[in-house]
């Protein structure tokens, strides 16, 4: 493991000689061996190392004994310690997103801290070859293109993260480690299959190893490999082709106006586009929309290769997330019109599982959450719903005129429409963004609201609940 390991630092060039290097240890078997094979290769590389270990208040007292268990590590290797902690729970609540990610958003605010204090130069973090094929997996079973089948990255440069485990298997890690006869902590969540990437982990994966390809996790991360150099040779090609072919605001006798640039609008060439190749047309069509904010899907990348290539002048092609793009005579100009209100929406959500809700740019999850596994008494109860009152499934959708909704904590039931009211929710929305505000309901009751205690009559007092978390769709690769 220790040759491969060295091998693919120096061919990412991952780590200089001289350099101080923080490594991200949870005490699970992955983080633990990335610390031994550093401290091995240590004094080939040239580095400086420490250990640093962000404590995450989810698991209790079983993530105090990791802590506990990383510094006596630390110290027994002779090498500097870093800790700090953070309420994750209560950051995932907060900024309505799901634990992974204010798990991920509170560590690497902590490694940020570091590198701006100048205490280290780099993070290492120990993304295996195994975490690349279930992240480009699950990437795939979402939907996504080749930046999100790139995976995980070797480097974030702008974060100083480097991941020098990444072409490693997990079976690598556990060998080497009894090899040195090194323990390690085993966290219970990574077992709970309410999370999607568990269940790829311990259900899909060997599912596709055991009966259609026993290479399939190398097979993922060769893909991701591919994808990443498509992704760069991509990036430089639009670095110099979209200045070329977008063009802010609208064309006028002296020029592009101030007016349509003021007011957000990008046009884009027709004709010039049409000379090039159908891949780059994609390309472009992405980017651009990229440029105001709104990621399209590849059904609506099509329509607008419809409408650049046949489209006739006056044809208006509404896209998600208020994108608008007109088709002019020379030109397609995209615009944002956040204040059009959007068709209603309503999807069905299993408990436990996920739905993605395009309308609004996130995935609305079911987690189980149980007082055995999870540690239930660690949240606020006003986040969780009990089990035991709802049904097997679930339905999320915008607000409709009548809908009433009894926030827990609360008095008596309220119109939905009056909750939505700037004095209540402490900031303006616009009245697209009222009118697709997401409610969940059970048996045709709402139970759970946007930026509100649940509802007052299924609240769980005590056992299993159900936590509903809101995940912001993303392209990037993963952290």
Request: glycine share 8%; proline share 4%.
């Amino acid at each position: 493991m220790l040759e491969n390991v060295l091998k693919y630092i120096r061919e990412q060039q991952l780590l200089r000689p001289g350099e101080r290097v923080a490594v991200a240890c949870s005490g699970g078997a992955d983080s633990v061996a990335l610390l031994r094979s550093l401290v091995d290769l240590h004094e080939t590389l040239g580095v400086v190392l420490s250990v640093a270990h962000f404590h995450h208040h989810i698991r209790g007292a079983e993530a105090d004994t990791d802590k506990q268990f990383v510094e006596e590590l630390a110290a027994t290797l002779q090498l500097e310690f870093h800790s700090a902690s953070g309420n994750v729970p209560q950051h995932a609540a907060q900024s309505k997103i799901s634990i992974e990610t204010a798990a991920r958003e509170l560590r690497h605010q902590w490694f940020a801290e570091l590198i701006k204090q100048g205490t280290v130069d780099k993070i290492a973090t120990a993304h295996t070859l195994d975490d690349q094929a279930e992240t480009v997996l699950m990437r795939i079973l979402r939907g996504t293109g080749a930046r999100g089948l790139a995976g995980i990255a070797a480097a974030h440069k702008s974060k100083h993260l480097v991941r020098p485990l990444l072409t490693t298997s997990r079976r690598e890690v556990e060998a080497y480690l009894k090899a040195k006869g090194q323990c390690w902590r085993e966290d219970s969540t990574n077992l709970d299959l309410g999370h999607t990437r568990n269940r790829i982990r311990h259900t899909l994966l060997p599912l596709l190893e055991r009966d259609f390809n026993p290479a399939i996790r190398q097979t993922l991360a060769d893909l991701a490999e591919l994808a990443h150099a498509e992704d760069e040779y991509w990036s430089n090609e639009l670095a110099s082709l979209l200045p070329r072919l977008v063009h802010e605001g609208k064309p006028s006798r002296s020029g592009r106006s101030s007016s349509g640039q003021a007011e957000g609008i990008l046009a884009l060439d027709v004709l010039a586009l049409c000379g090039f190749p159908l891949a780059v047309r994609r390309q472009v069509i992405h980017a651009t929309a990229l440029q105001l904010g709104v990621s399209l899907e590849f059904k609506h990348i099509q329509q607008l290769i419809g409408l650049v290539e046949h489209g006739k002048s006056g044809i208006k092609l509404v896209l998600p997330d208020g994108l608008v793009a007109n088709r002019t005579v020379r030109e397609v100009q995209f615009s944002r019109n956040k204040q059009e209100p959007p068709e209603n929406y309503c999807y069905s959500l299993p408990i436990p599982g996920e739905v993605a809700v395009p309308e609004l740019g996130i995935i609305i999850r079911a987690r189980l959450i149980s007082d055995g596994k999870q540690k239930a008494s660690g949240y606020n109860r006003a986040t969780l719903l009990s089990t035991s009152l709802l049904g097997l499934k679930l339905t999320v959708r915008n607000w409709r005129a009548g809908d009433k909704f009894f926030p827990a904590h609360t008095q008596s039931p309220k119109k939905v429409k009056e909750l939505l009211q700037p004095g209540r929710l402490g900031q303006e929305f616009s009245p697209a963004q009222r009118k697709a505000w997401p409610v969940i309901e059970s048996a045709g009751q709402i139970v759970w609201m946007r930026s509100f205690p649940v509802s007052h009559d299924f609240a769980s007092n005590s056992g299993d609940a159900v936590l509903i978390e809101e995940i912001k769709m993303s392209i990037e690769a993963g952290d």
